[in-house]
T-cell receptor, first 111, second 114 residues
Framework: GQQVMQIPQYQHVQEGEDFTTYCNSS?????IQWYKQRPGGHPVFLIQ?????EVKKQKRLTFQFGEAKKNSSLHITATQTTDVGTYFC???????????FGGGTRVLVKP | DAGITQSPRHKVTETGTPVTLRCHQT?????MYWYRQDPGHGLRLIHY???????DKGEVSDGYSVSRSKTEDFLLTLESATSSQTSVYFC?????????????FGPGTRLTVT
């Protein structure tokens, strides 16, 4: 079956630094979504990428979909304590009707 | 936040007992999902529904059943709870077919099976 892997599993970041988390699928994806889950909370939708090579920005967050549509990345610049949480990617196969979530990257910020 | 509630929010039950979790939405979205979340596994789809009385299995459906008799309610039943079903359960809804539209998640139910 389809597998979606995220690395790293944990990311300790100094406040103000940048970091990137990566998402890799075993199959070509039709689209990919990113969610953020704060500690003790529920996942919240951040963005969806559909086109090959697509790049989207939300303030300090930059999302990219790979050319082969099998991988994606989330880059955060100037990390803040409000960025703490777990970031999940979730991909859908072509002609599929379900999302497969990655294991998530848990981000901890050191002030 | 989308109008999604889950009940109960916390439950402790014994092995072998039946358990039903309820998801209720006020958004009139067609698609509803049940996920379980365990450390290191992200969110795994248990079952989903694409309309009243229309349901299908996800990747971890063994030991679970669902029902959807009304648009607004999606029930998840553990027929005979086991310790491996200790988890946090999230319900989600979507206006568009699964994977295309964003999913809105409920607050979750923490289930402990002793």
């Amino acid at each position: 079956g389809q597998q979606v892997m995220q690395i790293p599993q944990y990311q300790h970041v100094q406040e103000g630094e940048d970091f990137t988390t990566y998402c890799n699928s075993s199959t070509t994806l039709s689209n990919i979504q990113w969610y953020k889950q704060r500690p003790g909370g529920h996942p919240v939708f951040l963005i969806q990428l559909v086109k090959s090579g697509e790049v989207k920005k939300q303030k300090r967050l930059t999302f990219q979909f790979g050319e082969a549509k099998k991988n994606s990345s989330l880059h955060i610049t100037a990390t803040q304590t409000t960025d703490v949480g777990t970031y999940f990617c979730a991909g859908r196969r072509a002609a599929g009707n379900k999302l497969t979530f990655g294991g998530g990257t848990r981000v901890l910020v050191k002030p | 936040d989308a109008g999604i509630t889950q009940s109960p929010r916390h439950k402790v039950t014994e092995t072998g007992t039946p358990v039903t979790l309820r998801c209720h939405q006020t958004e009139n979205h067609r698609y509803m999902y049940w996920y379980r979340q365990d450390p290191g596994h992200g969110l795994r789809l248990i079952h989903y529904s694409y309309g009243v009385k229309d349901t299908d299995k996800g990747e971890v459906s063994d030991g679970y059943s669902v029902s959807r008799s009304k648009t607004e309610d999606f029930l998840l039943t553990l027929e005979s709870a086991t310790s491996s079903q200790t988890s946090v359960y999230f319900c989600a809804i979507s206006e568009s077919t699964g994977g295309l539209g964003e999913q809105y998640f409920g607050p979750g139910t923490r289930l402990t099976v002793t």
